[in-house]
């Protein structure tokens, strides 16, 4: 008889008939080897257990207080977005072979989720201009320390610089790996929401390895890769962009720019916001770094009877190669999501992409122009892709609130990063956002700022 358990329940006796199968007689002789006096005795500070229905009644009310997207339209970016899932990405990768597969070390077995993350890497090297990508990393902000990790490996310098218009959490994800590398991390100012591109050049000398930049970046400017490459590459250090793979559907992509590594998050295509993650990284480099490239690579060969099939291959981390050789410890990747990023880029297709980032870049115009119309100050002037900055005449995270109550999701306080940015509101408005969301939302900023 089928039962709604989502769980198979431990009984008195089951866990009696285990132990004794195993040999003991009690739980507590399982933890003998931990010492009496660094184990935990008391009990924790939890609620006590309740039957399953109740606890599924408690926890829908739980959730039923979160602000979800159905209900409230969402001007919130800074990394994350709401954008257009198609309908078949869930369904796809719903389904068991997919949903519940390991890592496909036996290609035997795997050939439909490597041939899925083939996809996915060829789609990543068409969007970046790049000539290989790996099969994903864990997130654009580990995407780029490992990109910063290679170029240190490459060049064997110890310096990297990164723009201060890069996403601030992932300029602390970088710091981090840098400290047990001894790395050191130079942060370059940004100027009118773009890299300051004298104090940039001021840095630059032979200890450099990576210049970094965000294309487009924290701000949602669009910056001059053209002009940051040249300086970026005068020592001969390693050019790296991290890049909204969406944007680069309508902007040039960074390896026409001479980019040596393109990294970022693929959370734009087909990846739920899900409170910050699990998200997608992807890493894209040149044939010269091919052999550096951390995490998984899926190549394409044939069988002895000539049939195409795809394979791991050139994986150089420490799983596979001796660990002095191995430029990464990073051992897996975010296949699930990889295939959700692939199938959404599969049902959009080349003009799909290119209408979606087109239509960011349109509503965007289109709300900073109505700012600017209803007396809000808009920060920056210049290119942006879907995101800019407002200035307010109270604190962002007063007015969020009082946006809420209206079923609006306001923009990122800035001042959270940026001491110089009080009152300061990123704004992100995406395909999805319409012209009376918009318009109710720059009402309601008009409203609170009057």
Known sequence: MMTKHRYLPMTEQDQQEMLKTIGVSTVDELFSDIPVKVRFNGLYNIKKAKPETALLKELTQMAAKNADLKQNASFLGAGVYDHYIPTIVDHVISRSEFYTAYTPYQPEISQGELQAIFEFQTMICELTGMDVANSSMYDGGTALAEAAMLSCGQTRRKKVLISEAVHPESREVLKTYAKGQYIDIVEIPHKDGVTDLAALEEEMNEEVAAVIIQYPNFFGRVEALKDIEPIAHKHKGLFVVSSNPLALGALTPPGKFGADIVIGDAQVFGIAQGFGGPHCGYFAVTNKLMRKVPGRLVGETVDENGKRGY???????EQHIRRDKATSNICSNQALNALAASVAMTALG????????????????????AFEQNGIEVVFEGPSFNEFVIKLNKSV???????????????????????????????????????DEIDQFIKELRDSHE
Not at 311 to 317: D, E, G, N
Not at 352 to 363: F, P, R
Not at 411 to 429: F, I, K, P, T
């Open 397 to 435: 995270k007063e007015i969020n609130h009082q946006l809420l109550n209206k079923g609006i999701i306001g923009g990122y306080d800035l001042s959270r990063d940026y001491s110089e940015m009080d009152n300061c509101m990123l704004v992100a408005v995406t395909e999805l956002r319409t012209k």
């Open 350 to 369: 080349k003009k799909g992409v290119k209408e979606m980032a087109v239509q960011n870049i349109q509503k965007a115009y289109y709300a900073k122009k």
């Open 311 to 317: 394979v791991l291959t050139l994986q150089a981390r």
